[in-house]
């Protein structure tokens, strides 16, 4: 079956620090990768996707690559602000698939 | 510039008690579909509609939906028990999840969720 295994939380760093949230998945075939995020008070949206092997997913300064070799989908970015403050989740779909597979969402607090 | 509007934010209600959550989005997006958000869990699937006056999958026990129209798809808990204590979110995107599904968008959008407790 489809699963999203993500890193447990929460993640606390000061701003400035380099961040990296885990994700590895579970599918059949070549599905599609993304990560939401939630802001505080607010619905989730899209940070970023990749839709085949070796693509790499970019937006607002975070990146991750579709690493299929190691079933992975790891959010980076290099620097954080305090306005990056919010969950994260990582999700995937299946071609002809009518539904996303969530991961657990990881917290991240940054700190002044 | 509305997006998924969903109603209430917050409710409380007794166990036994039935009330609708509301969701509408102005997009025109053909696709609708209902999550639940609970600590620990992530997100799970609870119906999705790919059109107005479509059913697409079985309805959990529990819960009843309804598509009459593009623009509204609300939920209702028939007889609310505790374990049905959750933050509700509801999603739409314009493509229907036919041949394709999500492959060439995956982007869906959400409403800010309604916060629902059970007593």
């Known amino acids: 079956g489809n699963s999203v295994t993500q890193m447990e939380g929460p993640v606390t760093l000061s701003e400035e620090a380099f961040l990296t949230i885990n994700c590895t998945y579970t599918?059949?075939?070549?599905?599609?990768l993304f990560w939401y995020v939630q802001y505080p008070g607010e619905g989730l949206q899209l940070l970023l996707k990749?839709?085949?092997?070796?693509d790499k997913g970019s937006n607002k300064g975070f990146e991750a690559t579709y690493r299929k070799e190691t079933t992975s989908f790891h959010l980076e970015k290099g620097s954080v602000q305090v306005s990056d403050s919010a969950v994260y989740f990582c999700?995937?779909?299946?071609?002809?698939?009518?539904?996303?597979?969530f991961g657990t969402g990881t917290r991240l607090t940054v700190i002044p | 510039n509305a997006g998924v509007t969903q109603t209430p934010k917050f409710h409380i209600l007794k166990t036994g008690q039935s009330m609708t959550l509301q969701c509408a989005q102005d997009?025109?997006?053909?696709?609708m579909s209902w999550y639940r958000q609970d600590p620990g869990m992530g997100l799970r699937l609870i119906y999705y509609s790919a059109a107005a006056g479509t059913t697409d999958k079985e309805v959990p026990n529990g819960y009843n939906v309804s598509r009459l129209n593009t623009e509204d798809f609300p939920l209702r808990l028939v007889s609310a028990a505790p374990s049905q204590t959750s933050v509700y979110l509801c999603?739409?995107?314009?493509?229907?999840?036919?041949?394709?599904?999500?492959?060439?968008?995956?982007?869906?959008?959400f409403g800010e969720g309604s916060r629902l407790t059970v007593l």
């Open positions: 599918a059949t075939g070549y599905p599609s």
């Open positions: 999603a739409s995107t314009p493509r229907p999840g036919l041949a394709g599904g999500f492959k060439n968008t995956g982007e869906l959008f």
């Open positions: 999700a995937l779909s299946q071609t002809g698939a009518n539904n996303l597979f």
């Open positions: 997009m025109n997006h053909g696709y």
């Open positions: 990749a839709t085949k092997a070796d």
